[in-house]
């Protein structure tokens, strides 16, 4: 006891005479951890509870969907809280809503996916590939003419937009520092949000002043892409530049390298793969649009090589004239709009991986 005592006594010194004495009150209590299989436990409840109390009221998936999503929010949190404190809670509650929205911001994607691959695969055969729709009335033929156009005016609008995108992006990051570089940001970025349309109409006045009113042909929808694709290309092409350090422009001017020469060997090669990868996807951007196609190339069922003579057919205005305007019987129609649509997103598909792969060759390599 005498042991204790003088313990106490010492403890009391150290502290000093004014200092209080510590409770087990003020001890912080140790909070728990809830287990792995804890959310998963309390998602498939709440989806218990709320089917059985829809079961009575009457059952709807979207319903119950909602529903489960509330109530396993509010039971993560309460259950949370009680065992592990008000923080952690509070993270488990905003894991749950950032998940939930991204799950909902997948639902349409997969709904897309879904229903444009389940009616596009019946006719996803050779014969969509290789035929095109002259002399077709009902079933058979394909969109050949269509693919091959497509093909045609994306290259050409690619041909045009890429340089002047990647030049102007240049000038801008290097060169300009002005009331002229001021006007240019400003106008290229008013030039991204106008609607597809409006460069649809653009195109065709245009030709239409020089050919004649009524004028179609390929070219003049490729002029109107390149119109949506230069500002997507220059905002890539700009972020990119803008991201290589300092010390390497120094470091060629260091060694006397002029400037033009720093921009071609050393800063461009260094951005190559997000420049690279801005150029694919702006492509991927502007190979669906169908408004501007509709105006200044029209549509015809054979195939046209030659962009600068007549109509050609494209794969966005081919779905979109077979569903609007189809013949008798109305399924064939149907079937190759949207195979239509299920190539284009292959397409898309196709040039998001390449992108990936060029970003991944052109990437910088360090050790």
Do not use: C
Request: charged share 15%; aromatic share 8%; hydrophobic share 55%.
């Amino acid at each position: 006891m005498s042991t204790g005592t003088e313990r106490n006594d010492l403890d009391t010194a150290e502290r000093g005479l004014d200092a209080p004495a510590i409770t087990p009150s003020d001890v912080p209590r140790v909070q728990g951890t809830l287990p792995r299989w804890a959310p998963w436990g309390i998602l498939v409840g709440a989806a218990v509870v709320v089917g059985a109390l829809l079961a009575v009221t009457g059952f709807s998936v979207g319903l119950w969907v909602f529903l489960t999503a509330v109530l396993y929010a509010v039971a993560t949190y309460a259950t949370s809280r009680f065992v592990e404190g008000a923080r952690r809670a509070a993270d488990r509650l905003v894991t749950v809503i950032v998940s939930a929205a991204f799950l909902l911001a997948m639902v349409p994607l997969a709904s897309v996916i879904v229903t444009v691959v389940g009616n596009g695969i019946a006719r996803f055969d050779p014969a969509f590939f290789t035929n095109s729709m002259r002399g077709v009335i009902g079933e058979g033929g394909g969109a050949y003419h269509a693919i091959i156009g497509t093909l045609i005016i994306t290259g050409l609008a690619a041909v045009m937009s890429i340089p002047i995108g990647v030049m102007t992006a240049v000038y801008l990051v290097e060169y300009g520092h002005g009331r002229l570089s001021r006007a240019i940001t400003f106008f290229v970025d008013v030039m991204t949000g106008i609607p597809s349309i409006v460069a649809g109409l653009f195109a065709y006045a245009l030709f239409a002043l020089v050919f004649g009113p009524g004028v179609r042909m390929g070219f003049a929808g490729a002029v109107a892409l390149t119109v949506l694709m230069i500002p997507i290309v220059v905002r890539s092409t700009e972020e990119m530049l803008k991201i290589v350090p300092n010390e390497l422009r120094e470091a060629a001017y260091a060694l006397g390298v002029p400037k033009w020469r720093t921009i071609l060997k050393v800063v461009i090669p260094t951005t190559a793969g997000g420049i690279a990868t801005g150029i694919t996807l702006a492509i991927a951007r502007v190979i669906g649009e169908t408004a501007p196609l509709l105006v200044a190339v029209g549509i015809t069922t054979g195939v046209n090589l030659n962009p600068f003579d007549n109509r050609m057919a494209t794969l966005p205005v081919f779905s979109y004239y077979s569903y609007v305007a189809p013949g008798i019987p109305r399924e064939p129609f149907i079937d190759r709009a949207w195979t239509a649509a299920l190539v284009l997103m292959v397409i898309v598909m196709v040039l998001n991986i390449v992108a990936r792969i060029i970003s991944r060759a052109f990437a910088p390599k360090t050790r």
